[in-house]
């Protein structure tokens, strides 16, 4: 073979390695994903348990409707178990139609949400003889209504902006009975309750007080380093410094503030603030809480909000909800394109109980007068009034209290009843 051809046969080989090798490159792309991907949670026990979206999803009031009474249920834990036998009742008929008007009737029983939520998850809170396909709107009010010529009841849920409804049957007389004994307050479980009228809507306060408890707990506490395991990919390459007050990876970071009874973490990686759907919002972050245990106390939720991202679950106790001034009584996520954006939640929970007494709050009917007559508050600014525990934690003790009070929800706030300067506008009043 003459030296040129082999000369030209090895230059032929190169630029075809060369070629190869460029091709290669020109279409081969990395996975970085799997240096961002935070849909991952290491198996981690932090204490809690699972719960399910029924079992966290629960309504703030059931109110009944009976001529001119309205009533409502004495304790929160019967008004708990009404409604697990109210998700159990099959519902036929399914009917989707514009809504006329919110209901009303002399029979009626409304069941009022902490927040509207989208109808896709009626499927998981109520029982239907079919498969049903929900419509896409959010609500935050079931109406029962009672047929009392044809003894039977019908289910209506109205959408959160009142234009549409679902209405479907609840068959069994004896379920009809069932209900009408709530009305006539035959169960001898319920009170009367009076209306607040806030211009928007309406809420229901229980007319007379009886006396609750007051009462201290052991606090129990977990350890900040299980959330290292359950919310870092690569546990092992996470730092800490600062006295162990914040760990990171290098991208992602966990803060532990209020002398480590609360924990923030954040991925700021997902930069992404497009609404994510409200059923996903949710269903991601219950998987996400329930893979490590994370639901230490009773949880309800409390807000789910479309335009930030934002579920938040209250905790309860005994069916009342807890506040805090320190977050300690919350668990928030925030979600970007399906991942996990913010975690902020207590480092506490409720142990075993220490202590109790009694305490006197003032009854609905004075806190109602109280309100209309001050100059404090703008009605239409008030958008709920309860009755929960404010908990404080005793540093020195290592125990939480839990002390009852009146809340009213006022411009996006919660505050205590007891906390508003109403002597200063009754002064101004009685100088009119």
Request: no cysteine; glycine share 4%; proline share 4%.
């Amino acid at each position: 073979m003459k030296y040129e051809t082999i000369k030209s046969f090895v230059l032929v080989v190169l630029v075809g390695v060369s070629f190869l090798l460029s091709v290669i490159l020109w279409t081969y792309q990395p996975k970085y994903d799997q240096f961002y991907d935070t849909s991952y949670v290491n198996e981690v026990d932090v204490g809690g348990e699972e719960k399910t979206k029924n079992e966290l999803i629960e309504p703030k009031s059931v109110i009944f409707h009976h001529g001119e009474t309205i009533s409502g249920f004495s304790k929160p834990l019967d008004r708990q178990r009404f409604f697990k036998e109210l998700a159990s009742w099959v519902l036929y008929d399914y009917n989707e139609s514009d809504a006329q008007a919110k209901p009303d009737s002399d029979h009626m029983i409304e069941v009022v949400l902490p927040t509207a939520i989208p109808a896709d998850l009626i499927t998981n809170l109520f029982t239907f003889n079919d498969q049903i396909y929900a419509p896409n709107w959010s609500f935050d009010r079931v109406y029962i209504m009672l047929d009392t010529i044809n003894h039977v009841s019908e289910l209506v849920i109205i959408s959160a902006d009142n234009r549409k409804q679902i209405t479907a049957t609840i068959e069994k007389s004896e379920t009809y009975y069932e209900l009408l004994s709530y009305l006539e307050d035959e169960t001898e479980i319920t009170q009367e309750f009076i209306p607040f009228d806030n211009e928007s809507d309406i809420l229901y306060l229980p007319k007379d007080m009886a006396g609750l408890s007051k009462k201290t707990f052991i606090a129990t506490t977990i350890e900040p380093e299980l959330f290292v395991n359950a919310l870092f990919a690569s546990p092992s390459v996470v730092t800490s410094n600062m006295n162990e007050a914040y760990f990171t990876d290098g991208q992602r970071g966990m803060s532990i503030v209020q002398d480590g009874r609360r924990l923030e973490y954040i991925n700021p990686i997902q930069i992404s603030s497009d609404e994510v759907d409200l059923v996903d919002l949710i269903d991601n972050s219950i998987n996400n809480i329930n893979e490590h245990q994370g639901w230490t106390n009773d949880y309800l939720l409390d807000r789910l909000a479309d335009t930030s991202n934002l579920v938040r679950y209250r905790m309860y106790y005994e069916g009342f909800p807890t506040f805090d001034h320190n977050q300690l009584t919350t668990i928030e996520q925030r979600w970007r394109d399906q991942e996990l954006y913010q975690y902020i939640r207590p480092l506490v929970s409720i142990g075993n109980l220490l202590n109790s007494s009694t305490k006197t709050l003032p009854s609905g009917e004075e806190v109602i007068a109280t309100i209309k007559n001050s100059d404090t508050l703008l009605a239409e600014d008030i958008k709920d009034i309860r009755i929960g525990y404010t908990m404080q934690y005793v540093e020195d003790a290592y125990s939480l209290t839990l002390d009852p009070e009146w809340y009213i929800l006022y411009q996006g706030d919660w505050i205590k009843y007891n906390a508003i300067d109403f002597e200063q506008s009754a002064q101004k009043k009685g100088g009119d």
